[in-house]
């Protein structure tokens, strides 16, 4: 990847562009500029597989990022997952995301856990040129978020947890626009687990909830500017059905709202010094009042804080609890950024290994997700230790 000077600091602002301008694609167009995306990246190939879905699907290693309240009722006491992700593959070969997790559960009733997790997002190498195109340096932007996360099962049915979450990101281009960033955010999610009866087969029923990346602003200028972290609701629900003794199918939804206020658009005949105003004021909101504003705040009114609404569905068919199938569908709003896909996906799972693999194909024009590869591995260390007897 290459730059000139200057050139990846517009990159890293270009929600900002889309929030000040004045064009007829802004009036139509508004979707809402947060800060360090990459913390909005399914890391996982199982949630991947099913169309970005994890809220309440069934425990598993993966679910540190999704809804850390599920370790409580994950089978086994302790593991680790590693999962890569090469992003936007079609432009480029070098932006990539690493992420893993753990998790340990403990106390004599093991209704306890302990989880953290790492993330790595690099945007490749950049060349920086001066106005003469000289070259200057190279430089390494990069994301990174580390968190840890206190879950409990609070009933049979039912379990919370908190994340607390530090995150950086570093775009300095070696001048004095730019500064790395860093913020800190925390988690508040819950899951309830219980089975019903459909005819004669026991069902397994989840609903989960995530409050994540609660928290502060960051700024990538020494404080001059700030903008919102990806703030974000998540409520899911899943259904888990055996279709006889050895194979399960189950169905997953989640829907997403960002809790980051919306931009207001500009106004036919607004002068300089009213843009100035209404950029400062949105610049002045709290993380906190952001948060609420957001649910009543779209200029285009009810409609327009439905597009702001993302939702998508997935399917799962288990073999003998080995195999895994998966398909599912992500949709958001043309207005709001347009990541419309399918996803596929499979996994097999030995005594101690799981191995996940996920396949993005979009199904919006000129998408540069399409075609997206995941792929993840996960490790029961209580089966490694019972292999290692």
Same mark, same amino acid.
């Given at each position: 990847m290459?730059?000139?000077?200057?050139?990846?600091?517009?990159?890293?602002?270009?929600?900002?562009?889309?929030?000040?301008?004045?064009?007829?694609?802004a009036?139509?167009?508004?979707p809402?500029?947060?800060?360090?995306?990459?913390?909005?990246?399914?890391?996982?190939?199982?949630?991947?597989?099913m169309?970005?879905?994890?809220?309440?699907?069934?425990?598993?290693?993966?679910?540190?990022?999704?809804?850390?309240?599920?370790?409580?009722?994950?089978?086994?006491?302790?593991?680790?997952?590693?999962?890569?992700t090469?992003?936007?593959?079609?432009?480029?070969?070098?932006i990539?995301?690493?992420?893993?997790?753990?998790?340990?559960?403990?106390?004599?009733d093991?209704?306890?856990a302990i989880?953290?997790?790492?993330?790595?997002?690099?945007?490749?190498?950049?060349?920086v040129?001066?106005?003469?195109?000289d070259?200057?340096?190279a430089?390494?932007p990069h994301?990174?978020?580390?968190?840890?996360?206190?879950?409990?099962?609070?009933?049979?049915?039912?379990?919370?947890?908190?994340?607390?979450?530090?995150i950086r990101?570093?775009?300095?281009t070696?001048?004095? /626009?730019?500064?790395?960033?860093?913020? !800190? =955010? +925390? &988690? *508040?999610?819950?899951y309830?687990?219980?089975?019903?009866? $459909?005819?004669?087969?026991?069902?397994?029923?989840?609903?989960?909830?995530?409050?994540?990346?609660?928290?502060?602003?960051?700024?990538?200028?020494?404080?001059?500017?700030?903008?919102?972290?990806?703030?974000?609701?998540?409520?899911?629900?899943?259904?888990?059905?055996?279709? /006889?003794n050895?194979?399960t199918?189950? !169905? =997953? +939804? &989640? *829907?997403?709202?960002?809790?980051?206020?919306?931009?207001? $658009?500009?106004?036919?005949?607004?002068?300089?010094?009213?843009?100035?105003?209404?950029?400062?004021?949105?610049?002045?909101?709290?993380?906190?009042?952001?948060i609420f504003?957001?649910?009543?705040?779209?200029p285009?009114g009810?409609?327009?804080?439905?597009?702001e609404?993302?939702?998508?569905?997935?399917?799962?068919?288990?073999?003998?609890?080995?195999?895994s199938?998966r398909?599912?569908?992500?949709?958001?709003?043309e207005?709001?950024?347009?990541?419309?896909?399918?996803?596929?996906?499979?996994?097999?799972?030995?005594?101690s290994?799981?191995?996940d693999?996920?396949?993005?194909?979009?199904?919006?024009?000129?998408?540069?997700?399409?075609?997206?590869?995941?792929?993840?591995?996960?490790?029961?260390?209580?089966?490694?230790?019972?292999?290692?007897?």
């Open positions: 290459r730059s000139k000077s200057g050139f990846f600091t517009a990159i890293c602002l270009v929600g900002a562009s889309v929030l000040f301008s004045g064009t007829a694609f009036q139509q167009h508004n809402i500029p947060v800060a360090v995306p990459s913390l909005q990246i399914a890391p996982d190939a199982r949630g991947g597989g169309g970005d879905i994890g809220a309440a699907t069934m425990p598993d290693l993966y679910s540190q990022y999704w809804n850390a309240a599920k370790y409580p009722f994950i089978s086994g006491t302790s593991g680790f997952s590693v999962a890569y090469p992003w936007l593959s079609r432009l480029v070969n070098d990539d995301l690493v992420y893993l997790s753990g998790f340990w559960k403990f106390g004599n093991n209704l306890n989880s953290a997790s790492f993330r790595y997002f690099s945007l490749g190498d950049v060349e040129f001066d106005q003469n195109t070259f200057v340096m430089v390494s994301e990174y978020a580390m968190d840890v996360a206190y879950s409990r099962r609070l009933s049979e049915t039912f379990s919370g947890a908190v994340t607390l979450r530090y990101a570093d775009y300095s070696g001048d004095d /626009d730019t500064t790395p960033g860093n913020a !800190f =955010s +925390a &988690d *508040i999610s819950g309830n687990e219980s089975y019903l009866y $459909l005819g004669r087969a026991e069902a397994l029923l989840g609903f989960g909830f995530n409050l994540s990346n609660i928290g502060t602003k960051i700024s990538y200028d020494g404080g001059n500017t700030s903008m919102f972290l990806p703030a974000n609701l998540r409520l899911g629900a899943s259904l888990g059905l055996p279709v /006889d050895k194979n199918i189950s !169905f =997953s +939804a &989640d *829907i997403n709202k960002l809790l980051v206020p919306t931009p207001k $658009l500009p106004v036919e005949g607004e002068t300089g010094e009213e843009q100035a105003r209404r950029v400062q004021e949105y610049s002045e909101i709290s993380p906190v009042s952001g504003k957001s649910f009543g705040d779209a285009g009810f409609r327009e804080e439905m597009q609404v993302m939702w998508s569905v997935g399917v799962e068919y288990t073999n003998n609890n080995r195999f199938l398909t599912g569908y992500y949709h958001e709003s207005y709001k950024g347009n990541r419309r896909y399918v996803a596929f996906g499979a996994g097999f799972r030995m005594e290994f799981q191995i693999a996920a396949y993005l194909v979009s199904t919006a024009q000129s998408n540069p997700l399409d075609q997206t590869l995941r792929l993840s591995l996960g490790v029961d260390l209580e089966g490694v230790r019972k292999l290692l007897k």
